[in-house]
């Protein structure tokens, strides 16, 4: 399914999370041993968030991870990496709904200045019906960030008042009432990212 983004911003962002280290318990009783494709700090990594949803209502992590969902920071206005990664996510949903299995895909914006609720609200419609698009004051957003140990840092802004943001690009799978049980990077395909979480899907 191709879909048609009309958000774009110049120039090429920075997009890769340096120095930090994940890593995982993988005990016997890890329902999920046979399932991660990578490690996950247990329980360091996620937690409470309060945010506002694309109708400008406050909303919690509880409100929104109803069912397994897949969490990606980023913004609306990136150039590049944004749209493909977002979509990718969109893509990996897609295949799963045709299994028979559903994730929630939420997008959470490190840019609140510019992405308004409308705004996530629309780009989230575009990627997928079912996205969830959420931003916040920058408070809110910071939190959100430092409990996915998220980075992400405004560059200034141009004489047109653009400007890029520098922004981590882990794609997370989040369980309700357990949190986060794996990361996905980048380059991993729509295709493996499905296998892989229709692996976590059918332990739970």
Do not use: W
């Not at 090429?12 to 318990?25: I, K, P, Q, R, S």
């Not at 409100?63 to 749209?83: Q, W």
């Not at 989230?124 to 809110?140: C, D, F, I, K, Y």
Request: aromatic share 10%; charged share 25%.
């Amino acid at each position: 399914m191709k879909r048609m983004i009309a958000f774009g911003a110049a120039g090429v962002a920075a997009v890769f999370l340096a120095g930090t280290a994940f890593v995982v318990l993988r005990g016997e009783d890890d329902p999920y041993a046979t399932c991660r494709s990578s490690q996950v700090a247990g329980g360091d990594i996620g937690g409470p968030f309060e945010l506002v949803n694309s109708a400008g209502e406050t909303v919690t992590d509880a409100d929104v991870i109803k069912e397994p969902a897949l969490l990606y920071f980023g913004y609306t206005s990136c150039p590049d990496v944004c749209p493909l990664d977002v979509d990718r996510n969109a893509a990996a949903t897609e295949i799963l709904d045709e299994r028979g299995q559903s994730i929630t895909p939420v997008f959470i914006t490190v840019d609140p200045a510019r992405d308004t609720p409308e705004v996530v609200g629309d780009f989230a419609e575009v990627m997928h019906p079912r996205m969830v698009g959420l931003t916040g004051s920058p408070e809110q957003i910071k939190a959100a960030s430092q409990a996915y140990r998220t980075y992400y840092k405004a560059h200034p802004a141009d004489e047109n008042g653009e400007y890029l943001v520098d922004h981590s690009t882990f794609s997370y799978l989040v369980m309700p009432e357990e949190g986060v049980v794996d990361f996905f990077r980048r380059e991993v395909r729509p295709e493996e990212m499905a296998d892989s979480i229709g692996c976590f899907l059918d332990q739970r």
